[in-house]
């Protein structure tokens, strides 16, 4: 694959060793996209507590047990609290792994009670492969609109009227409610905490991507068709651009990523270097040929870039060996520690991808 790369910041100067990049340089990363992007997430609480809702021993016609618990923890303003949905198998006799969905979609969507499902989140199809289903619905955490900050999380933690260009913004909001529900997946005696995915799709997979950078308790992160300030690089990117998503959606960022619409190549930053700051760990990008707003040569140029970090730790990156600039649909590289694919059709998620995280899920967590 040709790739201009001067063009992209360095995600580590030549000679850069673990000790360096995990002392220094990922540190350094990690505030510029904090300061400059996604904003300044507060710290996490002290405890969290939490109450089951409802639970089903018998869910899908018998094969699993489904619980809704409460989460909630004490802020600087207050108690906050959210509900969290989780299915798993009653097959097996030991903890399982788990997949943690930040879900963007409506609530009724999943509504499984009502038999409505989806191939967005095929919960049987999940727990029928040994995992967990787990979610949350992003609006239980901060509202998917332009409000003033006045109606999720935000004003738990500060005076929303007094904000600075560096204040936490929904995005961010989201990812905190991410590692909120991690929190309590380490106190669940069905699953296995050291192997928990977070996964999102489109701003959901932008905000999986910022969670897991901060929260390294991940240990695989799925980004689905995230584009941009999700997994694709923003310098030469053709679709969504720095300027449309701060234009339209003001308040997934702090007001400092303002300074950079139209001005992506000065950035002293650029999403490969998200992608880096997930390194060891397991990281899954996807794409699809329709999504050109998302721009999938860019999301897996994202990818090709982030590979130098893997190799510094002895790690296979993507396991890309064609020339052309993308793999052709329906072919996953699963090989690495970098997994990645390109679906035929457009910006949504579903069966297929699914199938591949599975199937990688499986290679990686379970071999």
Same mark, same amino acid.
């Not at 727990?127 to 935000?154: E, K, L, M, P, Q």
């Not at 997994?231 to 300027?243: D, I, Q």
């Not at 303002?258 to 700051?277: G, T």
């Not at 991808?353 to 990686?364: G, I, P, Q, S, V």
């Given at each position: ?6 063009? /992209? ?19 350094? =990363? ?13 710290? #996490? ?9 409802? !639970? ?16 909630? /923890? ?18 097996? %006799? ?18 499984? !009670? ?18 967990? *289903?787990?979610?949350? %619905?992003?609006? &239980? ?7 003033? $900050? ?6 738990? $933690?500060? &005076? ?6 560096? &204040? ?12 909120? *529900? ?5 106190? &669940?005696?069905? =699953? ?19 969670? !897991? ?9 799925? !980004? ?22 701060? %234009?339209?959606? #003001?308040?997934? /960022? ?23 700051? =997930? ?11 329709? %999504?050109?707003?998302?721009? #999938?040569?860019?999301? /897996? ?67």
């Amino acid at each position: 694959m040709n790739i201009d790369a001067e063009r /992209f910041p360095l995600i580590i100067q030549p000679g850069c060793n673990k000790e360096v990049w995990e002392n220094s340089r990922r540190k350094e =990363i990690l505030r510029m996209f904090s300061e400059l992007v996604y904003g300044k997430s507060p710290l #996490p609480p002290e405890k969290i507590y939490s109450e089951v809702l409802e !639970s089903d021993d018998n869910a899908l016609e018998g094969k699993a047990i489904k619980k809704i618990i409460k989460v909630g /923890f004490n802020a600087p303003r207050g108690f906050f609290s959210f509900p969290l949905t989780m299915y798993v198998s009653k097959i097996p %006799d030991k903890k399982v792994p788990a997949f943690l969905l930040i879900n963007i979609k409506k609530k009724h969507m999943l509504d499984l !009670s009502q038999n409505i499902t989806s191939e967005y989140w095929p919960v049987e199809y999940i727990v029928s492969r040994g995992y967990a *289903a787990v979610h949350f %619905d992003v609006w &239980d955490i901060d509202t998917d609109t332009d409000d003033g $900050f006045v109606n999720g999380i935000i004003p738990y $933690f500060q &005076d929303v009227t007094q904000r600075k260009p560096d &204040d936490w913004a929904t995005i961010a909001a989201w990812a905190y409610g991410a590692s909120r *529900a991690m929190d309590y997946l380490e106190t &669940d005696e069905l =699953i296995d905490a050291s192997k928990v995915a977070v996964i999102g799709h489109s701003r959901g997979g932008k905000t999986a991507l910022w969670c !897991s950078a901060q929260d390294e308790r991940f240990y695989l992160t799925i !980004s689905n068709n995230s584009g941009c300030t999700g997994a694709a690089v923003s310098r030469g990117k053709v679709g969504e651009t720095v300027k449309n998503i701060n %234009d339209r959606f #003001p308040y997934w /960022f702090c007001d400092n990523y303002k300074k950079f619409n139209n001005k992506e190549d000065s950035m002293p930053f650029d999403q490969h270097m998200l992608l880096a700051l =997930i390194a060891p760990r397991l990281l899954y990008v996807a794409s699809a040929t329709k %999504d050109t707003w998302a721009d #999938p040569k860019s999301e /897996f140029l994202s990818c090709v870039l982030a590979e130098e970090i893997y190799k510094m730790y002895g790690l296979k990156g993507l396991e890309y060996d064609g020339d052309e600039e993308l793999p052709p649909p329906e072919h996953p590289l699963h090989n690495g520690s970098i997994g990645y694919h390109l679906r035929t059709g457009g910006h949504d998620l579903f069966l297929y991808d699914w199938k591949c995280y599975l199937d990688f899920a499986d290679k990686k967590l379970k071999g």
